[in-house]
Structure formats: structure tokens, C-alpha cells
């Protein structure tokens, strides 16, 4: 059964970093599109940043464009999501997904495979 299991959610204040991952078991990730999705309350999920399968391509909203970065390791079977200087409306249940199209995506049903999420306040 192909799951995903994001960590490294938490507090932190504004300006600072926080490294999320995305680890997969029941699959091999090296064969799927990975996007990291966020969701604050009462709005809807958005695309953060995706990676295409070998690493070679990455997008990111605008956002978090110099701010944020994807990352992935094939070998580990995981995902990284690295962030530095947070801000409050960073804040949002942060999501990974798995994605069989060739090609990076922002649209949430492009994604069939998705984590629980994990929590990223931003906060002084």
C-alpha cells in the first residue's frame, strides 16, 4: 500500500527555518512526481513546490520562490521541504503527495497519494 508520512512540522518565529520531509513506503519514489501542498484554515489546499521524478526539474509558487527549497533523495526514498525565513502566513497544515504524471503540477488532483500533513505555525 502506497503511504506518505510528512514530519518536521512545528513552531517557529518569523524569520526563521524549518525542514519538512516526506517519506514513502509501499513504493518507490524515484517512479512518481512529488509536490509539497499547504492548507490554512478556511482556505483551500495550494501548491508549494514540486519536484519531478529525478530531481531535475522544480517549481515553486510564488511565494516562497527564493525562500523556499525541494529537494529529494531517491536512495532514502524521501522528499525534503526546506524553508527559511518564515512568515506568519506560511502557517498552514503542510502536505506531500504522489503524482504518476510525468510532469510537475500544481493542481491537487493530479496527486492521488497524500500524507496526514503536518503543522507549520509561524509565530512570535
Known amino acids: 500500500q502506497l503511504q506518505l508520512v510528512e514530519s518536521g512540522g512545528g513552531l517557529v518565529q518569523p524569520g526563521g527555518s524549518l525542514r519538512l520531509s516526506c517519506a514513502a513506503s509501499?513504493?518507490?519514489?524515484?517512479?512518481?512526481?512529488i509536490g509539497w501542498f499547504r492548507q490554512a484554515p478556511g482556505k483551500e489546499r495550494e501548491g508549494v513546490s514540486c519536484?519531478?521524478?529525478?530531481?531535475?526539474?522544480?517549481n515553486y509558487a510564488d511565494s516562497v520562490k527564493g525562500r523556499f527549497t525541494i529537494s529529494r533523495d531517491n536512495a532514502k526514498n524521501a522528499v525534503y521541504l526546506q524553508m527559511n525565513s518564515l512568515r506568519p502566513e506560511d502557517t498552514a497544515v503542510y502536505y506531500c503527495?504522489?503524482?504518476?504524471?510525468?510532469?510537475?503540477?500544481?493542481?491537487?488532483?493530479?496527486?492521488?497519494?497524500w500524507g496526514q500533513g503536518t503543522q507549520v505555525t509561524v509565530s512570535s
Open positions: 503527495a504522489a503524482s504518476q504524471y510525468s510532469s510537475c503540477s500544481a493542481n491537487v488532483p493530479d496527486f492521488s497519494s
Open positions: 509501499g513504493f518507490t519514489m524515484n517512479y512518481y512526481v
Open positions: 519536484i519531478s521524478r529525478m530531481g531535475g526539474n522544480k
